[in-house]
């Protein structure tokens, strides 16, 4: 069996309507717009704010706007995977209502859970479906509706976090180009700096986790940013150093857009120029999963076949990790 590479072949992204500015989050909390952007470069987010639709609804639209940039028809696709911390359900998976809702009849589908390394984990391991030869053609969705989850009265969250949705059609390709390498990581976060204390086994939904918000995020934003901070920039790196490759042979850092000090830490660790690194934190916010195929959406018309691109990203579990590609389109 030949050796093929995983491509990307579309790209496509949706983004809820309402605008949540940092001088509205003034009506909530403690803060003001030059005390958020100072420290976090966001400006405003956007939010889903109709209670009948859910993440399912976001990346639906993402995916059928990537399978028309791609030129490829549902039916085309034979795995769909949705990284996401914010399900519809536990169950059935949110992938499952994808599949159904865009008419990938062949599909099967799959939730991937890994917090804000969610997409570049998912991508990584529909490359590799494909890349071993069993699939040609993928789905990968990176959806968040992160104000399902977030205590708008706490200013270590609320101010930080986005609702939107993108996605990539992944195909088989005989060439060069797609997803040459990956490094990913994980170290166990028993500390709990960053979670969502119920809903799962541990502590079932109850009149008193209710009463408590324990159904919202919480973290330890100090230890976070250190850990993200060295994780991104260390992984961002060590991926070039195994590929041989130096700052003048990446065209593109894709971040994930969690903070801009950060994401101006791993741009320096790399030796790249501010003009190579996908900045959209100001409008969207932290999106969790969806990001980086955000990023790819923005600048899917600077991106030119064969440019060096490094996907890095780091988030709850803890997890982080890193793809260099070579752009195909």
Sequence with gaps: MAFKRAKITGVGKYLPEYVLTNEELEKYVETNDEWIRSRTGIEERRILKDP???????????????????NVKADEIDLVIVATVTPDYLFPATAALVQKRIGAKKAFAFDLSAACSGFLFALSTAGSM??????????VI??????????????STCILF??????????????????VDFIQYTEGDENCMLYQPAGGSLNPASEETVKNKQHYIRQDGRSVFKKATEGMADVSLEIMEKNNLDADDVAWLVPHQANLRIIDATARRMGLSKDKVMV??????????????????????????????????????????????????
């Design 142 to 155: 990176g959806a968040d509706k992160m104000s399902s989850i977030i205590d708008f009265t706490d200013r």
């Design 52 to 70: 009948d639709k859910a993440t399912s609804f976001m990346a639906t639209n993402a995916a059928e706007e990537a399978l028309k940039d791609a």
């Design 130 to 139: 494909i890349e071993s030869g069993r699939i040609k053609k993928a789905l």
């Design 280 to 329: 959209n934190i100001n409008k969207y916010g932290n999106t969790t999963a969806a990001t980086i195929p955000l990023c790819l959406d923005d600048w899917k018309d600077s991106l030119k076949k064969g440019d060096n691109i490094i996907l890095s990203a780091f988030g709850g579990g803890l997890t982080w990790g890193a793809i260099y590609l070579k752009w195909s389109k």
């Design 162 to 179: 986005g609702d939107a949705a993108g996605a990539v059609v992944l195909e088989e390709s005989d060439q060069d180009d797609g997803i």
